[in-house]
T-cell receptor, first 113, second 113 residues
């Protein structure tokens, strides 16, 4: 079936460290891919998206590249800040415009000063 | 992006009572959704709120427990009926744009005693 496998957390990093959160998906066809972020006590915010193979989504220093050959959409940031501490969710939209948005389990990131 | 507001932002309710959550969006959209996020978990789709017709519920969710209204293209309500402590969750309203990008409201944090 269709699913998202996301790196389990929690992940704890020091400020200015490099971040990678792995995400792979299982689906037929070519879904649109998303990363959402949930800061403590808040709802979900769209962080970035990619809609076709080799697209790179980027926002706030975060990047992710749609890798069709490995069905992956890993999230990276070169230098994390304390304010990046949050839960990150990988998701994909399966089934086109009428389809469902399928979420990973989320990865909690804590950045220490 | 999209502006989504929800009311109330949080509530503490007694077992056996019902709570209605309101969701207002800033533009007319075809697709609106309601999600539940249990503590420390990912998001689960409750239903798709259809304008002018009955909502489409996901497996495990029923209309008697979670009645939904969608009187127009910018507003929807979700009622959590006959609540029990197991209903304590964050409830999130969501919309999907014509570009197949999905946005989320800030959530309603419900605690049932």
């Amino acid at each position: 079936g269709n699913s998202v496998t996301q790196m389990e957390g929690p992940v704890t990093l020091s400020e200015e460290a490099f971040l990678t959160i792995n995400c792979t998906y299982t689906a037929t066809g070519y879904p649109s891919l998303f990363w959402y972020v949930q800061y403590p006590g808040e709802g979900l915010q769209l962080l970035l998206k990619a809609t076709k193979a080799d697209d790179k989504g980027s926002n706030k220093g975060f990047e992710a590249t749609y890798r069709k050959e490995t069905t992956s959409f890993h999230l990276e940031k070169g230098s994390v800040q304390v304010s990046d501490s949050a839960v990150y969710f990988c998701a994909f939209l399966y089934g086109g415009s009428q389809g469902n948005l399928i979420f990973g389990k989320g990865t909690k990131l804590s950045v220490k000063p | 992006s999209a502006v989504i507001s929800q009311k109330p932002s949080r509530d503490i309710c007694q077992r056996g009572t019902s709570l209605t959550i309101q969701c207002q969006v800033d533009s007319q959209v075809t697709m609106m959704f309601w999600y539940r996020q249990q503590p420390g978990q990912s998001l689960t789709l409750i239903a798709t709120a259809n304008q002018g017709s009955e909502a489409t519920y996901e497996s495990g969710f029923v209309i008697d427990k979670f009645p939904i209204s969608r009187p127009n293209l910018t507003f929807s309500t979700l009622t959590v009926s006959n609540m029990s402590p197991e209903d304590s969750s964050i409830y999130l309203c969501s919309l999907r744009t014509v570009a197949d990008t999905q946005y989320f409201g800030p959530g309603t944090r419900l605690t049932v005693l």
